[in-house]
């Protein structure tokens, strides 16, 4: 199972951006998907995380900013991103809970990090 995303950028305060995680390969069931950053110098910290079935969280600092979405036809989860401030700056990676085959346990499986820059 590979992920792979895309969408970060530089911004200005105040900007929007949008990213998207794609998972492919050998996918029985996607559960939970999710959105981790990580700053300079700082540990990797939970974003967003949704369910199969749509329900979501976030981490305080970006409630009422961001939302989290998915395709599940498309094995693809999304963050929209507003009202970025600079603290919001890092990498940020793509989680997902995957069964690989109905037989198989739930494993978790990470994306490469694309950075969001958040100029003031």
């Known amino acids: 199972v590979q992920l792979q995303a895309s969408g970060g950028g530089l911004v200005q305060t105040g900007g929007s951006l949008r990213l998207s995680c794609a998972a492919s390969?050998?996918?029985?069931?996607?559960?939970?998907m999710g959105w981790y950053r990580q700053a300079p110098g700082k540990q990797r910290e939970l974003v967003a995380t949704i369910t199969n079935g749509g329900s979501t969280d976030y981490v305080d600092s970006v409630k009422g900013r961001f939302t989290i979405s998915r395709d599940n036809a498309k094995n693809t989860v999304y963050l929209q991103m507003n009202s970025l401030k600079p603290e919001d700056t890092g990498d940020y990676f793509c989680?997902?809970?995957?069964?690989?085959?109905?037989?198989?346990?739930?494993?978790?499986?990470w994306g490469p990090g694309t950075q969001v820059t958040v100029s003031s």
């Open positions: 390969g050998s996918i029985f069931r996607i559960n939970t």
């Open positions: 989680n997902a809970e995957v069964r690989r085959t109905m037989f198989r346990n739930q494993e978790s499986f």
